[in-house]
């Protein structure tokens, strides 16, 4: 289980104290890990009772804590599809998909990682660049109501990276991801000096829009960091589905993915959808 620091936290000489009290962990490890405006590993546990006791000793302290299996990080049921173009109309967002597009309010963004992800490394399924099929993903609202330098030169196949932004979603775990590389800016109005540029004003607007964070940790975080570490080499293993349907491992083809950042991805996307629902448990009721 991961322990993991809301972007809340603030990094000051009293807050790195109160860590370590409760923590046992000493000032310099807590400030390597723990950095404040951008989540953080504060400890990975092998026990499930154990990580809870100890997120409860933190929220006591009044830190922003939750926690997340790290099985998160290389969930087949979490699988990266490219979003091929996007409409945005008033608070209504249309996403253009492989296989189909699907309208949704801009309330039911949760967050947005943006981030530079690598062609080729690792194994992690779906990236914008493959064969991830959109045909069957549950729709967003399931019922009716840090490389600022893009490296330009060349044919698309001599990319080592690209900027790339993914978009969560508070009711499914699925991710649109757009590449900056091959999504048309100009046909939303933005032109910029680059596609790592264009990239950023749309991820604003859509922020502003829907009233969300955008992350842009993922070189700096010490998730990253663990998810690199923990995950390499390591084959996702498909989770039982409901008696009937079919996996979305066995849906999608396996494709190469960024063994840094696609983790990276799936973790502060879900501990932003758990925090989002901590928070909307605690206020006040109407």
């Given at each position: 289980m991961l322990?993991?620091?809301?972007?809340?936290?603030?990094?000051?000489?009293?807050?790195?104290?109160?860590?370590?009290?409760?923590?046992?962990?000493?000032?310099?490890?807590?400030?390597?890990?723990?950095?404040?405006?951008?989540?953080?590993?504060?400890?990975?546990?092998?026990?499930?009772?154990?990580?809870?006791?100890?997120?409860?000793?933190?929220?006591?302290?009044?830190?922003?804590?939750?926690?997340?299996?790290?099985?998160?990080?290389?969930?087949?049921?979490?699988?990266?599809?490219?979003?091929?173009?996007?409409?945005?109309?008033?608070?209504?967002?249309?996403?253009?998909?492989?296989?189909?597009?699907?309208?949704?309010?801009?309330?039911?963004?949760?967050?947005?990682?943006?981030?530079?992800?690598?062609?080729?490394?690792?194994?992690?399924?779906?990236?914008?660049?493959?064969?991830?099929?959109?045909?069957?993903?549950?729709?967003?609202?399931?019922?009716?109501?840090?490389?600022?330098?893009?490296?330009?030169s060349g044919p698309p196949i001599n990319f080592e990276a690209f900027a790339a932004a993914d978009l969560h979603f508070h009711s499914v775990n699925w991710i649109a991801r757009i590449d900056a590389r091959a999504f048309d800016f100009r046909a939303l109005g933005i032109a910029a000096a680059s596609p790592a540029g264009a990239l950023d004003t749309l991820v604003d607007r859509l922020a502003l829009l829907g009233r969300i964070r955008v992350d842009r940790a993922a070189r700096a975080s010490s998730i990253a960091s663990f998810t690199q570490q923990a995950t390499r080499g390591v084959t996702p293993h498909p989770h039982p589905s409901p008696q009937g349907s079919t996996p979305m491992s066995q849906r999608f083809r396996e494709i190469s993915g960024d063994e840094r950042f696609d983790p990276y991805s799936r973790v502060v996307g879900e501990a932003e959808r758990v925090l989002a629902a901590q928070r909307a448990a605690a206020a006040p009721k109407a």
């Open positions: 322990v993991l620091m809301g972007p809340s936290f603030a990094g000051g000489d009293a807050d790195y104290q109160r860590l370590s009290k409760v923590t046992g962990m000493v000032a310099y490890d807590l400030r390597a890990r723990l950095k404040p405006g951008i989540w953080g590993l504060v400890k990975a546990l092998a026990d499930e009772v154990e990580a809870h006791r100890l997120a409860a000793s933190l929220k006591a302290e009044g830190f922003s804590i939750v926690v997340i299996a790290r099985e998160v990080a290389t969930d087949p049921e979490r699988p990266i599809v490219a979003l091929t173009g996007l409409r945005v109309e008033g608070q209504a967002l249309t996403l253009e998909l492989r296989e189909r597009t699907m309208d949704v309010p801009a309330a039911a963004l949760c967050c947005i990682v943006r981030g530079e992800a690598q062609v080729g490394k690792g194994s992690s399924r779906g990236t914008s660049g493959g064969g991830t099929s959109s045909a069957t993903f549950r729709a967003v609202v399931p019922d009716a109501s840090d490389m600022q330098v893009f490296r330009e």
